[in-house]
């Protein structure tokens, strides 16, 4: 265990020793920011309405809820940028021959970068937590919904990494891996599109699929285990093939 | 220390190493001599753990690094081609890490601290400590991709090309380095320079194609080659006929002349081995009248035995006709501290 935290907070330090780090985390503030700036806008023109005709709306259902959803879509861009390098990166440079030679097992060299890109994730949702926090100054909102809101995001998070690792891992070219990793997120995030022109049981099958789709009841404030079982078994795939991919890297040489 | 048995390695279609297999005692010094693609690195990275061979079986300090990988790669040094840096991380930083990576959980803090800063010593990089690597220059990279390998004091140092892209100096340092570690550490180190191998290595392994061709201390592998003993002689622009003349003294079966120049001339003298004509060559050139400028043994180097080695069976029978100039940059930066040593005139 400790060689996986030694791994993970070397992956984690990279983040911030280098400015990729800063600028993904520039960018996730900002986008989230803009998110957050039209939802307060719109939420404040719902409160006006209903003000005028019945009682206040709840700012954790018209606010907090669609904008913490929203994350799912920065994700999608920004998220690729943190996993693509992990392993193209020291594939490309030659580190992966200290950590390979090194007395650490392929197992924890991938726990401890995934713990460390998880790290960094933390990192950013933390910061948008301070936009959160402007509304507990000025507003009333529950605080409980919102913390399961974070916990479903760094779940949801974790298996957009565990899939960016993946790909990480099978190419020395770190473009190649964000672009990849990119339109695999893609794909993840319109699969349950494809469920609305079609019938209710592929529907259905698809929309369990789609792991946009789990993280809708964390947001409401409920912690079903059926989604949490989701993610950490969509989480412990992603880094089983990742460990494949390592282990073949190894044998072809 | 270390046994490499039948050791095979395919990439696919392709053989990288062929049935090799050597041993390693305790202490000593085995250099893995090839040309670029014998299959050097490839051995190498078998026997770090880092890849599987496709068949046979490695053991280091006693453990299979197949069946066993964390008990031996605790007790392997490994220097690969590119020192395995991370651009973003201080000298300190990086070694501290790679120690916290490679030495048991039980070495506490302080310990690990006194391992850093030792091993910063020892491979004199010390004033660096706060440098970010990606702002190091080749020779300290590769010094502290030395001090990485060293940092948990393995029975075990395999160094790839440890001095490729040092110079003259360094070279030097690097090599009484290796040399000093011998004894408490057993070194495999690979290389394509050949006065290295010469210099450092107490027997040396000579990988062609990805087979072994030849297994034996340098000197052995002088002596068993040398078919004839050359000596380079120069005079001064009076002796430029000198080569007819040479041609009569006994024990010369072959007068060329290597190089002509305004002011002298230089000539290959070969003889039959047995017998040493230096005095006599001397002597005619004095009663002759010219000027000596020159006169020295040009041995069968490690590199005519390696190009007998690994060229083909056809070429075998002749004989040297590389010379190893101290400063002429054949060999490039390595070759001129090499030979500075090993080509002294001895006259």
């Known amino acids: 265990m400790r060689n996986v935290f030694t791994i993970a907070g070397k992956e984690l330090r990279g983040f911030f020793a280098s400015p990729m780090g800063w600028i993904i985390m520039g960018l ?91 790290g960094f994730y933390a990192a950013l949702l933390a910061v948008t937590m301070l936009y959160i926090g402007i509304l507990f100054v000025f507003g009333n909102p529950e605080w409980k919904p919102v913390l399961t809101g974070y916990f479903g995001l760094l779940l949801m998070g974790g298996c957009f990494l565990s899939v960016g690792l993946f790909i990480s891992s099978t190419t020395k070219n770190q473009v190649v891996a964000g672009a990849a990793t990119f339109v695999v997120f893609l794909l993840l995030w319109i699969i349950s599109w494809l469920g ?16 946009v789709w789990h993280f809708d009841d964390f947001g409401k404030g409920v912690i079903d285990t059926k989604h949490v079982i989701y993610y950490l078994s969509f989480i412990t795939f992603g880094l089983f093939l990742t460990l494949k991919s390592v282990d073949t890297e190894r044998w072809r040489g | 220390m270390i046994e490499v048995q039948h050791l095979t390695k395919r990439y696919g279609p392709v053989t990288a190493v062929d049935d090799v297999s050597f041993r390693a005692e ?12 014998a299959g050097k690195t490839t051995t190498m990275r078998v026997l770090t753990g880092y890849m599987p061979a496709t068949e046979g079986s490695a053991t280091v300090a006693g453990y299979d690094v ?99 892209g040092l110079d003259p100096k360094q070279i030097i340092e690097v090599r009484d380095l290796i040399r000093a570690l011998a004894g408490n550490h ?86 039959d081995t047995e017998r040493d004509i230096r005095r006599d060559v001397a002597r005619m050139i004095v009663d002759k009248g010219w000027g000596l400028l020159e006169l020295r043994p040009l041995r069968l180097s490690l590199e005519d035995i390696f190009l007998q080695l690994t060229t083909d069976e056809n070429q075998l029978a002749g004989g040297s006709k590389e010379f190893a100039f101290p400063f002429d940059g054949a060999q490039g930066d390595a070759a001129e501290a090499a030979s500075e040593s090993e080509a002294t005139p001895n006259a």
Do not use: W
């Open chain 2, 66 to 164: 197949f069946t066993n990988p964390i008990e031996a790669k605790r007790r392997v040094g490994y220097l690969p081609e590119t020192p395995p840096l991370y651009p973003d991380m201080t000298v300190r930083e990086y070694l501290t890490f790679v120690a916290k990576l490679k030495l048991p959980g039980s070495v506490s803090r302080s310990e690990r601290i006194s391992r850093v800063n030792g091993v910063m010593t020892k491979t004199n990089i010390t004033d660096m400590a706060n440098r970010h690597c990606a702002k190091l220059s080749k020779g300290y990279k590769q010094r502290v991709g030395l001090a990485q390998a060293l940092i948990h004091d393995p029975e075990v140092l395999i160094l790839d090309e440890p001095t490729a």
């Open chain 2, 186 to 271: 057993t070194v495999v180190l690979s290389t394509h320079i050949l006065p290295e191998v010469s210099q450092t290595c107490r027997r040396v392994v000579i990988i062609n194609r990805g087979r072994v061709v030849a297994v034996d201390t340098p000197d052995n592998l002088t002596q068993q080659l040398k078919g004839s003993a050359t000596l380079y002689v120069q005079v001064d622009a009076a002796g430029a006929d000198a080569a007819a003349a040479l041609s009569t003294i006994i024990g010369v079966r072959q007068v060329s002349e290597h190089d002509r120049r305004e002011q002298s001339v230089g000539f290959e003298v070969a003889s």
């Open chain 1, 28 to 118: 996730f503030a900002l986008l989230f920011g803009y998110f957050f700036l039209a939802h307060l806008d719109y939420f404040v023109g719902q409160s006006m309405q209903a003000q005028q005709g019945g009682g206040p709306i709840n700012v954790n259902q018209f606010m907090i809820r669609p904008l913490l959803q929203n994350v799912a879509l920065i994700n999608l861009f920004l998220l690729p940028m943190i996993t693509m390098r992990a392993y193209a990166e020291e594939k490309r440079s030659g580190t992966i021959e200290l950590l390979l030679t090194s007395p650490v097992t392929d197992v924890q060299i991938i726990l401890g970068k995934f713990l460390g890109v998880l």
């Open chain 1, 196 to 211: 609305q022109s079609a019938g209710p049981a592929v529907a259905s099958l698809l929309d369990y699929l789609s792991i």
């Open chain 2, 26 to 37: 305790k202490g000593e010094i085995l250099g893995l001599l090839g040309p670029n693609g």
